[in-house]
């Protein structure tokens, strides 16, 4: 009887294709643990946080709608179209801080002008907005404007630190790397409302933007968030 010992067998890697070591494997795996992790912490913040500040803000809410039906009537609130994660259309809650039926039309301009001319994008937002109500001066100096939003972040359209949700007439000048900037949920806050806001180009918000989403992580995101408190009260770059 002749008995036939097993060996391994050898694959060559002299193809260009070597076996992946152990260590990779487990790389990879931590890598994605880590990935997945975070994902779940990030939502569990989001969904617990928006219920408790949406109960809590109620009654400015109730306030603050009464103050703009006061002022230039019904509706107080109003769905803006933004750009969400991978591209996706949403609709954006706000508080109504313009006169009805504004024309969109000077900001779009606006916006694609400060997209084509970088060189010269110093300024944000529209100056002297003659559409902006005077309760809608104050609440967007307040940033009460952007409240409604904890909805967007309880239903998954947002998160409650993110790039800025941006407008899909700004997209068709992204240059490529802006498009980083899709790759996760748009926020309440982010890199760009700490770091100056209105002050700040439209430009240097993208460039944070794509900055938060190259090293994004819970410790980021709560130490944005405790960033924003002083900010906001402080207005800030508000504008």
Not at 45 to 56: E, M, N, S, Y
Not at 126 to 138: E, H, K, L, Q, S
Not at 172 to 182: G, S, V
Request: with cysteine.
């Amino acid at each position: 009887m002749v008995i036939v010992t097993a060996e391994p067998m050898a694959f060559p890697t002299s193809i260009g294709v070597a076996a992946a070591p152990r260590s990779s494997t487990w790389s990879l795996a931590g890598a994605q643990a880590r990935i997945d992790w975070y994902s779940v912490a990030k939502r569990l913040l989001d969904v617990v946080a928006a219920t408790v500040l949406l109960l809590a803000l109620l009654p400015v809410f109730l306030a603050v709608a009464i103050a703009i039906c006061w002022e230039s009537g019904w509706p107080f609130m109003y769905c803006a179209e933004r750009v969400g994660r991978n591209g996706r259309l949403f609709c954006c809650l706000k508080f109504r801080s313009m006169f009805n039926n504004a024309d969109t039309g000077a900001h779009a301009q606006f916006v694609r002008e400060l997209m084509r001319d970088s060189a010269n994008c110093t300024v944000y937002k529209v100056p002297c907005d003659p559409r902006i109500t005077r309760v809608g001066a104050f609440i967007r100096r307040t940033s009460i404007d952007e409240l409604p939003q904890l909805w967007n972040v309880l239903k998954g359209d947002m998160s409650l630190v993110g790039p800025r949700p941006d407008v899909p007439y700004a997209l068709a000048d992204y240059a490529d790397w802006m498009h980083d900037r899709l790759r996760v949920k748009p926020g309440l806050t982010g890199l760009w409302q700490v770091s100056g806001r209105s002050r700040l180009s439209l430009l240097d918000m993208y460039r944070l933007d794509v900055a938060y989403v190259a090293g994004a992580s819970l410790r980021t995101d709560l130490s944005i968030l405790l960033r924003t408190v002083p900010v906001v009260l402080g207005r800030d770059g508000a504008a």
